[in-house]
């Protein structure tokens, strides 16, 4: 018993939540989390908490998943990543993006490929909509792949949008597939070089199309002074592919010379122009791009895993400073996973070097 106690992770408090759970499962050690909200009105996981660990259950087998009755205590033993088809209702309390970002670093792990259908609201709702998870999230997770995994012989990493579902009824469909792989490369990545493109998708359903228009020129009005290669496409969607909400939104991506990845977006809320959307979305891309960093800020935490996570050699990655969000992140790895990162600062500029020599996490793929 007492080798167990020493095993367990503790922690408090609701922030952090899936990270914290994600990390304890690549290091297979027991998790409990306490004082989740105590002092709210209504204490406890959220509903959209607890959906994240009825997924993290079917993404794995062999686990516990135990709520003390107000919710507010919260254990986890992990359990073997199994992969397998799954699928998942994520309600309509956050977007889909809040299961998709952290799930998502156990698929290439999994014992068989996973297959999973994800249903609700494909919109940003504060997480990273469906258009991000692809055309960002995706590349930056394959850069960690080895090459065989992402060859012809090898099925690839794949997001596809069935339906779009804007906020608040959501009605959306992703269904996203990843090939196994028996451990990741290192990364070193420390070449930001300079902005050769931009790409966008505007998005609209159960609106009219020509909203989509709107939010094109809007951007187009920011954007076109910066750049030549600027395409951006209108996506519209009717009829049974057009989720249960009328809206509409903005992704936007900068490619640099040596691949590095911006992104931003802006999602319709009451009241907002399309005019809005547009230009929100530009403006952001532009702050995107001034910070810097070979890895866009949102994914900066899920890198710094993923490094951790490499083989026993070191990794490198050059990021703009640091968000909050990859400084707990730093922290938790550290506790949890017991890697250590070194820290050192771009002269003349914000960036950062961050170094790490990995646990060599292993997946179930057998080698050739």
């Known amino acids: 018993m007492q080798a167990e106690d020493s095993r367990l992770l503790r922690f408090s408090g609701h922030a952090y939540f899936r990270q914290r759970l994600i990390l304890a499962t690549f290091a297979k050690r027991p998790i409990r989390i306490d004082r989740i909200r105590p ?4 204490p406890g996981i959220r509903d959209f908490e607890a959906g994240f660990l009825r997924l993290l259950e079917k993404v794995t087998d062999g686990g516990t998943v135990e709520i003390n009755y107000t919710g ?3 254990y986890y033993q992990p359990g073997v ?3 397998g088809a799954v699928t998942h209702d994520c309600g309509v309390s956050r977007g889909i993006g809040y299961f998709f970002e952290w799930i998502v670093l156990l698929a290439p792990f999994a014992k068989q490929e996973l297959a999973m259908t994800l249903r609700g609201i494909t919109a940003g709702m504060g997480d990273l909509g469906a258009d991000t998870l692809r055309t960002v999230m995706l590349p930056t997770l394959a850069m960690f792949m080895p090459l065989d995994s992402v060859s012809m012989l090898a099925s690839a990493m794949e997001l596809r949008i069935v339906k779009r579902g804007a906020p608040p009824q959501g009605g959306g469909e992703l269904v996203f ?5 028996q451990q990741i490369r290192p990364l070193n990545f420390v070449e930001a070089g300079r902005i050769r493109k931009i790409r966008g998708i505007a998005s609209a359903v159960r609106v009219s199309p020509q909203m989509s228009n709107r939010m094109i ?8 002074r910066y750049i030549p290669d600027l395409y951006l496409f209108s996506d519209v969607y009717r009829g049974e592919e057009s989720g249960k909400s009328p809206g509409f939104g903005m992704s936007l991506v900068a490619t640099s010379t040596t691949d590095a990845l911006h992104s931003a977006e802006a999602t319709s809320t009451p009241g907002v122009t399309p005019e809005d959307i547009g230009l929100n979305a530009a403006r952001q891309l532009l702050s995107e791009i001034q910070a810097g960093g070979c890895i866009d800020r949102s994914l900066q935490p899920m890198s710094l895993v993923l490094m951790a996570l490499g083989p026993e050699d070191v990794a490198k990655v050059q990021l703009s400073s640091l968000t909050p969000q990859a400084i707990q992140c730093l922290r938790d790895i550290r506790e949890i996973l017991g ?14 070097i961050l170094s790490c020599v990995g646990i060599g996490f292993r997946g179930y793929k057998k080698a050739n």
């Not at 020129?217 to 076109?224: E, G, P, W």
């Open 72 to 74: 507010t205590s919260v």
């Open 339 to 352: 890697v250590v990162f070194k820290v050192k600062q771009v002269a003349n500029t914000q960036d950062n």
């Open 81 to 83: 990543i199994s992969g």
């Open 177 to 181: 597939r990843a090939p196994l792989i």
């Open 217 to 224: 020129d809007a951007a187009r009005s920011v954007l076109n």
């Open 39 to 42: 002092d709210d009105e209504e």
